[in-house]
């Protein structure tokens, strides 16, 4: 059987984006339909194409190993090396879109112009500025460990493909942000022992634009070498920045001194979702919780709900959904009153130390639940599920903190009651909508995949899901990029919802609050502006709490 896979072939349609701007007024789409089989790079197929069918396609090549970089392009609409796709891999519905890199002019066909990313690399003076003056001593206390050679390491890889800053959605609406591989190539030398102008590399990257990043994860998506672009630099570098006191951003101060003062990252507007249900306020083992069991029996699971700051605070209705949809599928919820924030804010602007106390009061609720028997903590936010996930385990660690529960979003676990047979698809009522799933960073950064949510979204009756190759396209919430930078935030959730309006559809539908938050700031902007977008933003949680009935026992 794997031989007869390896040897199978396939014949496809390979449409490539061409323009030469020396007879060309504009670019167009050329199909070339080629016959292929398993081990044919995308680089091959264009190889085929240049050699048999048509001489003038010009692109870019050398290595052909994946380490020069020369060969990098847009394949569906995410950059990739050429020589290192498998064509098998990329088809879409009989066709592979060939386009060359964005953000960088295009010379002809597929080869573009790098100068301007080349000059981002130059703008962070990539070389060791070694200072002459200090004693001998001094520099032998500069000299090179094991630990400095692991850590320059992890970005020597980098090839300057330009993958990353072709596919940065910051650049789509902020042209003088540095980008991934400038910021990369910065990281390199601050944490350079030997390099005497760290604490000044710090000062100007953030006066280039450090916090501008939404940390979406597109360039890692990107990144042919794989490198932990978020947590590995860009939030490495923005501790050192509030190590030196250049960091963070005067509106992350607000937002922390916010948090530190009220135990969430939104104030009390209104009524608290935890402070909803008094009639089913009770206590767990000290721990003073909400225990919301509306329907006759035994309960399949019991489960611990996280709302989340946000949700908590301001999407009161989201939290009732989920709630609903637990209620419905004959789920216990157990929902502690004194939920303090996960800690996010301080993580993705730089203030690692102050989230202590966040941490300790998380794992003493979430570890008391555990030891007696409920060790499911569900979240309903993104942001909190990627914390819980990828910062906890590593904290509980430093801090010496036992980690006896599991983490788990809403969606993922729903996902596992469907396989266990406890989720009552057949009690799902239609629910009319042409929507466009947005798939959250924050949810792929807890390497949860999109397929969760969609296949759970099109098993509601009357469900229209329109996917698009490309889900990449950030809100502009993420990283703390809504507060410090709003006008590049809103940029970018207004782009990302005209993108979806071109298909057609009657808006987008997301499970993560702070989207749905830039969302709908964006749709206010445009009011604003005179210039209404009819389009709508719709909660996942809801629409599924609709689809089993609101308000049912």
Known sequence: MEDMKENREMKAIIRILRFNPDIDEKPYYQDFELEFGSGTTILDCLINIKDNQEGSLTFRRSCRSGICGSCALRINHRAMLACKTQAMDVVRDGIVLVEPLVHLRTIKDLVVDLEPFYNTIEQVHPWLITDHTLKEKEKEEGAVTQADVELLGSVDDCIFCG?????????????????????????????????SAGDERIRQLVEQGLYKCPVDQECEIACPKGLSL???????????????????????KRLIMSVLDTGASVPVTTTQAVDEYPEYECDFHGIHELYIKKFEGEPVAEVVLFFGCIINRRQQDTAAAIINIFQHNNVAVHIPKKQVCCGSPFMRVGMRDAMKPFVTQNFEIFNTYAIHGVPHILTSCSGCNSTFRHDYPGLAREYGLDFDFEIFDVGEYMTMMEADGNLRLEDLK????????????????????????????????????????????CCGGGGGVRAAYPEVSDRLSIRRMEVAKEEGV?????????????????????????EPMEFGIFDFYKVFSRAFGEGES
């Not at 978020?230 to 992350?252: F, Q, T």
């Not at 938050?517 to 009011?527: D, K, N, T």
């Open 163 to 195: 993958a990353c800053y072709s596919d940065c959605n910051v650049i789509d609406v902020d042209r003088s942000f540095l980008g991934p591989a400038a910021i990369a190539k910065s990281f390199r030398f601050t944490v350079d022992p030997r390099d």
């Open 230 to 252: 978020r947590r590995d630099i860009i939030e490495y570098l923005r501790c050192g920045a509030v190590a030196n006191e250049v960091g963070p951003m005067p509106a992350h």
């Open 430 to 473: 239609p629910v009319k909508m042409r929507a466009m799933y947005h798939y959250p960073c924050h949810i792929r950064a807890s390497e949860l995949d999109e397929s969760i949510y969609v296949d759970l979204i099109q098993k509601i009756p009357g469900m229209e899901l329109v996917q698009v190759p490309s889900s990449g396209l």
């Open 506 to 530: 009657d808006g987008l539908l997301t499970n993560c609050p702070f989207c749905i938050l830039s969302f709908e700031r964006g749709l206010e902007l445009m009011r604003e502006s005179g």
